[in-house]
């Protein structure tokens, strides 16, 4: 069986600004965002930072934000933790 070539398909790993962080730490919500899937951490933290404007990019961690605070949540969609 040939090996699958995944190298081209991984998103790009986006770091965590001391903004967002000091942000979670604020609100309490460190631990939320740890228990997330590694994917939706990611996610937040590209889309935040894709933002131009910075208006923009504390609208958008504010969602996360809320969103992390409801934990049934995420991008505007329902969400479920899956059971371990």
């Not at 631990?31 to 939706?40: I, K, L, S, T, V």
């Not at 935040?48 to 409801?70: F, H, N």
Request: aromatic share 8%; glycine share 4%.
């Amino acid at each position: 069986m040939a090996e699958v070539d995944r190298s081209r398909r991984a998103r790009p790993i986006n770091p965590m600004p001391d903004r967002v962080r000091e942000a979670l730490e604020a609100r309490g919500l460190l631990e939320a965002y740890d228990g997330r899937p590694a994917y939706q951490q990611n996610d937040y933290l590209g889309w935040i930072a894709r933002a131009r404007r910075d208006e923009t990019r504390q609208k958008r961690l504010d969602q996360m934000l809320d969103e992390l605070e409801r934990g049934d949540i995420y991008m505007r969609m329902a969400w479920r933790p899956s059971e371990r």
